[in-house]
């Protein structure tokens, strides 16, 4: 597609459960970022994947989170036995290699657990 | 470790005004700058990017530049609108073994009233 989109574009779900959070980024890019931002607060950085290199997860808040990037394109973001403080929207952004390109956002998956 | 800083953290002005955002790193081994915008709710949108060897770049009524020595950025806003108003955030990326690793300022909340 022309963009990164991620799904779902919003999802209530109740503490203790597991999600999952899909982000598809333009074709070709081989760089894919992780980030959620609370409400009213900066963006947070969870994990980053650079092409084949091991992904950084230096973000990841605990480890119930975790996110893998399949084929080097399709990621996901997992979080296990969620909880309120999880509430937040998740925003992947992906670019291709190259100082002459910058990132593009997707329209973020907003996460409440209840 | 890379540090980004945005001043003011906000901004009020009335319609017409020119403004300039400021947006200062430590780290002046980059590859490229971004300046985002990001409206309550959404995603964050690109606006400019300038390059380690550029020193700026226009779109319309914004003008971004660059002096990587010093580690500034401005972005400039030409005959501010009430549509402006937004949180404008500007990020580096790394170059080097942190090569694609962006690093963001916590932002510039701009409200321009009519």
């Known amino acids: 597609g022309a963009g990164v989109s991620q799904s779902p574009s919003n999802k209530v779900t109740e503490k203790g459960k597991d999600v999952e959070l899909r982000c598809d980024p333009i074709?070709?890019?081989?760089?894919l970022y992780w980030y959620r931002q609370s409400l009213g607060q900066g963006l947070e950085f969870l994990i980053y994947?650079?092409?084949?290199?091991?992904?950084?997860k230096s973000g990841l808040p605990s480890d119930r989170f975790s996110a893998e990037r399949t084929g080097g394109s399709v990621s996901t973001l997992t979080i296990q036995r969620t909880q309120q403080e999880d509430s937040a929207v998740y925003l992947c952004?992906?670019?291709?290699?190259?100082?002459?390109?910058?990132?593009?956002f997707g329209s973020g998956t907003r996460l409440t657990v209840v | 470790k890379q540090e980004v800083t945005q001043i003011p953290a906000a901004l009020s002005v009335p319609e017409g005004e020119n403004l300039v955002l400021n947006c200062s790193f430590t780290d002046s081994a980059i590859y490229n700058l971004q300046w985002f915008r990001q409206d309550p709710g959404k995603g964050l949108t690109s606006l400019l990017l300038i390059q380690s060897s550029q020193r700026e770049q226009t779109s319309g009524r914004l003008n971004a530049s660059l002096d990587k020595s010093s580690g500034r950025s401005t972005l400039y806003i030409a005959a501010s609108q009430p549509g402006d108003s937004a949180t404008y955030l500007c990020?580096?990326?790394?170059?080097?073994?942190?090569?694609?690793?962006?690093?963001f300022g916590q932002g510039t909340i701009l409200t321009v009233h009519p």
């Open positions: 074709s070709g890019h081989t760089a």
């Open positions: 952004a992906s670019s291709p290699s190259g100082e002459i390109y910058g990132y593009t």
């Open positions: 994947f650079q092409g084949n290199s091991a992904p950084d």
């Open positions: 990020a580096v990326m790394a170059g080097g073994t942190s090569y694609g690793k962006l690093t």
